[in-house]
């Protein structure tokens, strides 16, 4: 068995942040109560296990068995590797905490997945990084439009 290539890491490392985001989305929609946080934590999640099936199809199908040396060279131009450290959640943070968490995760994540598109020139495979990237970023986007509906309003 050869060793992993660097993208195969790296989709690795992935793999299990999409499954910490589906469990963080999941486990903050049942603390909530019913109402359109928990709808849209809900949608959040599946989004994620979603995510994270796409990208193990990937890994299986070992589309980054072999990387050329010239991907290895973008991934260290680009420090693809930087955006693999999790921004850290203490336990018993309040919802508050868990949505600015949350939010730097999903920009890490489309800052990820917008790296992965440029080192990949496989029509398809670039297209799936560039779908993830777009889809993060509208993550981050919902999860600030309610952190100021629930936290920065004065009603
Ligand atoms: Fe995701
Ligand atoms: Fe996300």
Redesign the pocket.
């Known amino acids: 068995m050869p060793d992993k290539t660097v993208l195969e890491n790296i989709l690795g490392v992935a793999i299990q ?2 499954e910490a ?1 589906a469990a963080l989305y999941r486990d903050t929609a049942e603390q909530v109560e019913t109402g359109p946080v928990q709808v849209l934590l809900k949608e959040l999640e599946q ?2 296990v979603g ?1 994270k099936r796409r990208l193990q199809q990937l890994l299986d199908k070992g589309t980054f068995r072999r990387i050329s040396a010239v991907q290895r060279k973008q991934v260290e131009d680009l420090k693809l590797t930087d955006y693999l450290v999790e921004e850290p959640l203490e336990p018993d943070t309040d919802l508050q905490g868990v949505l600015i968490v949350a939010g730097k995760r999903e920009k890490a ?1 489309h800052d990820l997945y917008n790296g992965l598109a440029q080192v990949t020139d496989e029509p398809e495979v670039n297209e799936l990084f560039r779908f ?1 990237a777009n ?2 970023l509208g ?1 981050k986007h919902r999860i600030e439009t309610m952190y100021e509906e629930l936290f920065l309003q004065d009603n």
């Open positions: 942040r999409e985001a989004q994620e995510h994540s993830l889809e993060e993550h």
